[in-house]
């Protein structure tokens, strides 16, 4: 049984770039939420989508934005790079078996110069 | 709005001592309480979680933690820690959307 996978590992872009990040749910998964965390920091909650559609937001810009595909795998788009972009980005899946659990990818650690 | 506190950002320990990394919440509604574990360049995985039900909850690796809705806290224990348990711990808790505290880091030493 497959975990929730992520990619790239790891992104090296420059400021006023744009990047794009992939996630695969676990198997009987439908819901993504997408983390971002800083270095010594808590995830903190981008988004999250469920049917293809942007269910809940935090409190992040809209240079942030998401999809989520037929076959539940999702991306997470970054506008406009600034340094402070640099982070763990972690994806995290649920699905209707256990709605209130997240299972969380590797994560892609994007650095931003 | 919901919010965790850990209360210790570092947490050192010698070998086969017990530990106790605490962690408290507030909430106006009622909560589903998570502690996970994040290994060096590593993704977060899952030790346990509060639901509902028994407030003593165990989970992997030897740990459990205990709900206390009274006191407000979720504190994770463990009675005997190996070297391996070093780590980054996280206590979060979920209403609608998953929110973390800063973490705890638990250093082991031989």
């Known amino acids: 049984d497959a975990g929730v996978t992520q990619s790239p590992t790891h992104l090296i872009k420059t400021r006023g770039q744009q990047v794009t990040l992939r996630c695969s749910p676990k198997?009987?998964?439908?819901?993504v939420s997408w983390y971002q965390q800083a270095l010594g920091q808590g995830p903190q909650f981008i988004f999250q989508?469920?049917?293809?559609?942007?269910?809940q937001r935090g409190n992040f810009p809209d240079r942030f934005s998401g999809h989520q595909f037929p076959n539940y795998s999702s991306e997470l788009n970054v506008n406009a790079l600034l340094l402070g972009d640099s982070a763990l980005y972690l994806c995290a899946s649920s699905g209707w078996r256990d709605t209130d659990t997240q299972y969380f990818g590797p994560g892609t650690r994007l650095t931003v110069l | 709005a919901q919010s965790v506190t850990q209360l210790d950002s570092q947490v050192p320990v010698f070998e086969e001592a017990p530990v106790e990394l605490r962690c408290n919440y507030s909430?106006?509604?009622?909560?589903?309480l998570f502690w996970y574990v994040q290994y060096p360049n590593q993704g977060l995985q899952l030790l346990l979680k509060?639901?509902?039900?028994?407030?003593l909850v165990k989970g992997i690796n030897g740990f459990e933690a205990e709900f206390n809705k009274s006191q407000t806290s979720f504190h994770l224990r463990k009675p005997s820690v190996h070297i391996s348990d070093t780590a980054e711990y996280f206590c979060a808790v979920n209403t609608d959307k998953l929110i973390f505290g800063t973490g705890t880091r638990l250093q082991v030493f031989p």
């Open positions: 909430s106006s509604v009622s909560v589903y």
């Open positions: 198997s009987g998964h439908d819901t």
């Open positions: 509060y639901l509902s039900g028994s407030t």
């Open positions: 989508y469920y049917e293809e559609e942007e269910r």
